[in-house]
C-alpha cells in the first residue's frame, strides 16, 4: 500500500498528528501502525489552561471528557486552591475521533513494525508499506544518553455509591505518608459520582508494585468515606523525569532518517512529565509542513526537540535538586514550598515559559534541601 505518511506507534502523539492533518489537510493519505487494538492505549492526559495556545485547545477540544476553572494542591501544612484551568484527554476519545478520520484499511491495528525506514515499513507477517514519510512514534525508549527517574502510577476511573463532593481537580495531596520517594494522591471529578483516584511516586526506580496500590487506592477512599461502587477502568503508567542526558545521542540512537515525536524524542516536561502539550505543538508543526517528506519532518522536529531540551535546563537542574539532593522522604517539601509562589508563576512553569524573575524567586530564600547537597547537584553532567 502507497501512503503519504505512515505513523509507526498509535499512541498520543501520532493521535494528535492524524487528527490535524484530516482537519487542514485530509487530502493526505495517513496510516498507522500500531501493535495493540486501540489508538492510544488505557490513559488520561491532563494540561494545564496555558499550557496551550486557544487555537490549540479549540481543535483538541473533542478529546477532554472534563474541563475545570481551578485545582487544588495540599500538604501537612500547607492547602491551597489556585484559579487556573485544567484539562483532561482520555484515550478512549481519541481513538474514537482517530477512527472518524482515517479509513479502516490504514490502520494496522494489532500489528507490529519489524524494519521502519524513511520511505518504508515492514509489518510482522511481512507486509510492505510505503510512503513519502514515515515517523516513529512508538514512545519512550531506554537510552544511556539521558539521566532519568521516574513518575510512576496506578489510577482506577471509579462510580462511587454517593456524591463525592469535589468541585475541583486535587492534582497532588501530599498529606499521605511519604514512601518510595515523594508520594502523592491525584483526584480528577468526572462527575459526581465518578472521579479518577491515582496513587502516584515521584521515585529514583521504575519497579511499579500494582497490587500495593489498587489496595492504597481503596484505602485513600474509605479515608475520604467514599464507597466504590465499581470500577470503570484501570491505567497504569511509569513516566520519565529528566535530570540531565545528551539529547543529539539520543536522538541520534533512532532508525537513520526517520523522524522521532512524543516520548521516543525526548518531548515531555521534565518535571511533570506531561507530553499532551508538546504532542499539540508537533502536530501542528507538522501540519505547517508543505512538502512532507521524512527528510523535511526530520529536520524540523530535530531542531525542535533539540531547542526545546535545551530551554528546558531549569528544570532538570531543579529535578536534580529534588531527587539528588532532597531526602526521599522529605522532597515533599520542595512542592510545599513551590505552591506558595504567585500563582502565575506557577502557571509559567508548568507551561515551560519560566522567565528569569520567575526562576529567581523560585531559588531565592531558604532551600528545602541541604544547601551543600544542592550545589554539587546544579551543574548538569555530561552522560558516558
Do not use: C
Not at 53 to 69: G, H, P
Not at 261 to 270: E, Q, Y
Not at 354 to 364: E, H, M, P, R, S
Amino acid at each position: 500500500m502507497d501512503l503519504d505518511l505512515i505513523l509507526v506507534g498509535g499512541g498520543l502523539a501520532s493521535g494528535l498528528i492524524a487528527l490535524k492533518l484530516a482537519k487542514v489537510r485530509p487530502e493526505l493519505r495517513v496510516g498507522i501502525v500500531e501493535a495493540s487494538d486501540r489508538i492510544g492505549g488505557n490513559h488520561t492526559w491532563s494540561s494545564f489552561d496555558k499550557d496551550l495556545r486557544s487555537a490549540q485547545r479549540a481543535w483538541t477540544a473533542r478529546l477532554y471528557v472534563k474541563q475545570w476553572r481551578a485545582y487544588s494542591v495540599a500538604f501537612p501544612k500547607f492547602r491551597r486552591t489556585l484559579g487556573l484551568g485544567y484539562a483532561s484527554a482520555t484515550s478512549e476519545r481519541l481513538d474514537g475521533e482517530v477512527r472518524g478520520v482515517i479509513r479502516p484499511e490504514r490502520l494496522f491495528l494489532g500489528r507490529t513494525a519489524t524494519a521502519v525506514t524513511p520511505t518504508g515499513v515492514t509489518l510482522d507477517d511481512g507486509t510492505e508499506l510505503k510512503a513519502k514519510a514515515v515517523i516513529d512514534a512508538r514512545g519512550a525508549v531506554e537510552s544511556q544518553h539521558l539521566d532519568l527517574r521516574w513518575q510512576k502510577f496506578v489510577g482506577q476511573h471509579v462510580e462511587l455509591e454517593a456524591p463525592h463532593g469535589l468541585a475541583y481537580p486535587m492534582i497532588m495531596d501530599a498529606t499521605v505518608a511519604q514512601d518510595d520517594g515523594y508520594r502523592f494522591v491525584y483526584l480528577l471529578p468526572f462527575g459526581n459520582r465518578d472521579l479518577l483516584i491515582e496513587d502516584t511516586y515521584y521515585a529514583d526506580g521504575p519497579a511499579l508494585d500494582v497490587e500495593r496500590l489498587r489496595t492504597r487506592i481503596a484505602e485513600q477512599a474509605a479515608k475520604r468515606g467514599w464507597k466504590i461502587a465499581r470500577v470503570i477502568r484501570e491505567e497504569q503508567g511509569v513516566l520519565p523525569i529528566a535530570l540531565g542526558g545528551d539529547i543529539k545521542a539520543f536522538l541520534d540512537a533512532g532508525d537513520a532518517g526517520v523522524p522521532r515525536v512524543g516520548l521516543r524524542a525526548g518531548l515531555f516536561h521534565p518535571t511533570t512529565g506531561y507530553s499532551f502539550p508538546d504532542a499539540v505543538r508537533v502536530a501542528d508543526r507538522i501540519a505547517a509542513i508543505r512538502n512532507l517528506t521524512s527528510a523535511n519532518i526530520h529536520a524540523d522536529l530535530r531542531q525542535y526537540a533539540e531547542t526545546a531540551w535545551k530551554k528546558r535546563g531549569f528544570y532538570r537542574m531543579l529535578n536534580r535538586m529534588f531527587f539528588l539532593a532532597a531526602e526521599p522522604g522529605q522532597r515533599y517539601k520542595v512542592l510545599e514550598r513551590f505552591y506558595r509562589l504567585d500563582a502565575a508563576l506557577i502557571s509559567r512553569f508548568y507551561a515551560g515559559t519560566t522567565t528569569l524573575l520567575d526562576k529567581a524567586f523560585i531559588l531565592i530564600g531558604k532551600p528545602p534541601v541541604p544547601i551543600k547537597r544542592a550545589l554539587k547537584v546544579m551543574k548538569e553532567k555530561p552522560r558516558a
